[in-house]
Every structure is written in C-alpha cells, then in structure tokens.
C-alpha cells in the first residue's frame, strides 16, 4: 500500500511505521550482525519494545517534520531501509542514511531508494544540502554516496567510537542544484 516502485525486480519503496515493528525486528534478526559493521541500529532495535519505539521516534519526526524512514521491500518482505536522520526544513539541509540485509546486498537496492529519498528532499521540499555521513572503513556505503554523485567535504577525524573503535567520519554531500544537473544529464 502506498509504495512506490524501484524497478521491475519486484523492489518498492514504503512506509515503515510503528505497527511494523515485527516486521522490522524480523528482517533486523536476519541482517544484525551485517548491518551493526558500522551502524548501531541493530543494537537500537533488540527486541519489540525497543524496536517500535525506534520506529515511534520516527514518527515523532515526521510528524514534526524533522526526518523520515521508508522500507525497502523485496517481493513484500522487509530487506532494508532510508532514512534522513535529520532533517533541517529552516536551514535546507538533512542527513541520509540507509541499510540492508545481506542477502540482498549487491543489487542496487540501496542506490535506487536513496535517489527517491534524495529527489523528494529537492525537488518535493526545495532542500538544498543532503549530506551523508559514514565511517571511511564502510567501502559499500561509501561507494553508495560515489554512486549518487555526491562530494566528499572531509572527514571528522576519529569523531565516532563504536565498538572499542574510534572511527573517522567522511562527511559526503550533494547539493540541489548539483542534483537537478545531474538528472538533466543523465535524460
Ligand atoms: C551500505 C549498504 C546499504 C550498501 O549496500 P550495497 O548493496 O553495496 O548498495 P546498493 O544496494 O546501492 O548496491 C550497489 C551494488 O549493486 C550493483 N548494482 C546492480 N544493479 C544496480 C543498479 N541498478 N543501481 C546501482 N547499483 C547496482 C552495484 O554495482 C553495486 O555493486 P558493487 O558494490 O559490487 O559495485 C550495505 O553495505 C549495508 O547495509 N551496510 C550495513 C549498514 C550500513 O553500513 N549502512 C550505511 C551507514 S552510512
């Protein structure tokens, strides 16, 4: 209900809300380790309490206007995710981010949610920054923001510890206008 299509391999995008949270905590068990590499959703989303209160606190968001979450779904089944973490409506600026589960890595998933995420942030919202934050030992995400055509501003040096280690932090963007040039190319 409500999804928009990614392609004709079955992939759409949708709401991800907190009568979902079962949903999500499934395809979280699948994936945990995978997506905890770098990120701690998984230590976020333990069990179903936990879990739908993630899932309230975007909601929360949303209704404030402060970020967004949407599933990626493979088929009906939960396999992933986007979000903007932040979301600055006054400033014209947000911060995405996004995961998967394993066995679905690989395919473009991810790219294609985060091109929808990012087209609704500009073109839907008029934003003009998204910026994109990630450690420089997350190669796949960090190919993700390549693949988006995003710039790489700098790194916040040994700026998040995470499992006993301080990771530096790339701070990846792509500006609106830089956006909308890159879609008259690719007509
Ligand atoms: C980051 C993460 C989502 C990237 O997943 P991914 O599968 O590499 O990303 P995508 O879904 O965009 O797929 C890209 C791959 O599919 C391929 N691909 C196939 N069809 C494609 C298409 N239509 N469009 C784009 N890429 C396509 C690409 O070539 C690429 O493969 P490669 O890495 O071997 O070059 C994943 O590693 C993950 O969930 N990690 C754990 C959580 C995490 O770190 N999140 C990011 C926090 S900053």
Known sequence: MFAISLG?????????????????LAHM?????????????????TDLPSTRAFLQAYADKTAADKGRILGIRLDGTLV???MLRLMDTAAGTCEAGCWLEPSVSGRGLVT???????DW???????????????????ASIKVAERLGMTKDG?????????????????????????????????
């Open 29 to 45: 068990d699948r994936g945990r380790e995978y997506i905890g590499r770098y990120v701690a959703l998984p230590t976020v989303c």
């Open 80 to 82: 992933g995710g986007v």
């Open 112 to 118: 294609r949610a985060v091109r929808v995420l990012i």
């Open 8 to 24: 004709d391999d079955g992939a759409e995008l949708g709401p991800l809300e907190p009568w979902q949270a079962e949903e999500l």
């Open 121 to 139: 942030a500009v073109y839907e919202r008029g934003l003009h920054r998204v910026e994109w934050q990630v450690s420089s030992a997350n190669t």
């Open 155 to 187: 790194v916040l040096r040994e700026s998040y510890p995470y499992r006993g280690v301080r990771h530096d932090m790339e701070v990846w963007s792509v500006l609106a206008p830089e956006w909308r040039a890159a879609a008259r190319e690719a007509r």
